[in-house]
C-alpha cells in the first residue's frame, strides 16, 4: 500500500468528522476551487491575517472548514496542525502526515480528485459497517435481557 494511503487510512480519516468527510467528497466531486492544492488555506495561515474569513483549504483544513463549521484562518490551521499531530501519533512516526500532504499537494488534480474521494467512500463505509455492527449488538442484548 502507499505511504499516502496508509496514513490516510490509518492516522487521518478515523480521526476526521463525517460531515467534513461528507463535505470534502462533494468538493472533490464538484471540483470546488475552495480545495486548493499547495496551500494550507486562503488567505495564508498568518498571525496578522488570522482573524479574516477563510476562503480555501487543503484537504484537512476543508474538512474542518466545512465539517466542523470553522470560519476563521486561526481556527481552520489550528485545526490543520492537531489532525497533523493526532494522525502522526496514529501512526506512530514524526511527520507521518507529510507522506498524505505531498501526496495531496503533488498529484495531477483529477487523479487526487479521483483517488481521494474513493478514499473517502472507504471510509464511510467503514463507519456504517461499525454503526450497524453496533446496533446488531445492542438489539441482541436487548432480546437476551
Not at 490551521?77 to 499537494?105: K, P, Y
Amino acid at each position: 500500500m502507499e505511504s499516502w494511503r496508509m496514513v490516510w487510512r490509518e492516522g487521518i480519516a478515523p480521526l476526521m468528522p463525517t460531515e467534513g468527510l461528507e463535505a470534502l467528497k462533494k468538493a472533490l466531486i464538484d471540483d470546488d476551487p475552495r480545495l486548493m492544492q499547495g496551500k494550507t488555506t486562503d488567505p495564508p495561515p498568518l498571525n496578522c491575517v488570522a482573524h479574516w474569513d477563510c476562503e480555501g483549504a487543503c484537504a484537512l483544513g476543508f474538512m474542518g472548514w466545512h465539517g466542523k463549521g470553522l470560519q476563521r484562518v486561526g481556527q481552520v490551521e489550528e485545526f490543520f496542525a492537531e489532525s497533523c499531530f493526532q494522525a502522526d501519533r496514529a501512526i506512530g512516526v514524526a511527520a507521518a502526515c507529510r507522506w498524505f500532504l505531498n501526496w495531496f499537494d503533488d498529484t495531477p488534480r483529477e487523479e487526487m480528485r479521483r483517488e481521494l474521494a474513493a478514499e473517502i467512500d472507504i471510509e464511510l463505509a467503514r463507519r456504517q459497517n461499525a454503526l450497524t455492527i453496533a446496533v446488531e449488538n445492542i438489539n441482541k442484548a436487548t432480546e437476551a435481557a
